[in-house]
């Protein structure tokens, strides 16, 4: 059973780029969250998908958009890139109508240089 | 607004010694915790977590946590930890909206 799988693993992107990142949730899961860590810092939450609607979203700026597929799957895009968006990006995914907590994957490291 | 407390920013034990990891939050209403582990490089990986029911929950890898609403903690602790268990943990409180809030974490150091 595959859990959460992010791609791709490290990026290097120059001030002022556009990012795409990308997430497939694991089976039986129809939630994605998004979230970034700095380094040294603890996960933010961004913004959470489901049914390919945003839900809910955190204190983050227009620059930081999102889209979720009807097969569950996520993308996380960045314009206008700045060096402080540098960072840890999280997906985890989740059962909507579940508490059970998410499972996260391991993570794309975006360089921002 | 939710929020977690992490006071300590390193810990550092010997292996073989007990383990207690410090979290304190504030929430409005009973809160939903969690405790995740991230090994370097890696994502997160959920320990243990409490909702309602005895304030004393067990996780994975041998930690437990004892949820505290008059002290608004959920303290982490292992009773004799392992050279594999070095890594952050974060604490993290969600609401009715399952969505976690983290603290910054704490780096466990384990000498041998």
């Known amino acids: 059973d595959a859990g959460v799988t992010q791609s791709p693993t490290h990026l290097i992107k120059t001030r002022g780029q556009q990012v795409t990142l990308r997430c497939s949730p694991k089976s039986g899961h129809d939630t994605v969250s998004w979230y970034q860590q700095a380094l040294g810092q603890g996960p933010q939450f961004i913004f959470q998908?489901?049914?390919?609607?945003?839900?809910q979203r955190g204190n983050f700026p227009d620059r930081f958009s999102g889209h979720q597929f009807p097969n569950y799957s996520s993308e996380l895009n960045v314009n206008a890139l700045l060096l402080g968006d540098s960072a840890l990006y999280l997906c985890a995914s989740s059962r909507w109508d579940s508490n059970y907590g998410y499972t996260f994957g391991s993570g794309t490291r975006l360089t921002v240089v | 607004a939710q929020s977690v407390t992490q006071p300590d920013i390193h810990i550092t034990v010997s292996e073989g010694a007990s383990l207690e990891l410090r979290c304190n939050y504030s929430y409005g209403a009973t809160p939903y915790l969690f405790w995740y582990v991230q090994s370097p490089g890696q994502g997160l990986q959920l320990l243990l977590k409490?909702?309602?029911?005895?304030?004393l929950v067990q996780g994975i890898k041998g930690f437990e946590a004892e949820f505290k609403r008059s002290q608004s903690s959920f303290n982490l602790r292992k009773p004799s930890v392992h050279w594999s268990d070095a890594a952050e943990y974060f604490c993290?409180?969600?609401?009715?909206?399952?969505?976690?809030?983290f603290g910054r974490g704490t780096s466990l150091i384990v000498h041998p």
């Open positions: 409490y909702f309602s029911g005895d304030t």
């Open positions: 993290a409180v969600g609401g009715g909206s399952y969505i976690p809030t």
């Open positions: 998908y489901y049914e390919e609607e945003e839900r």
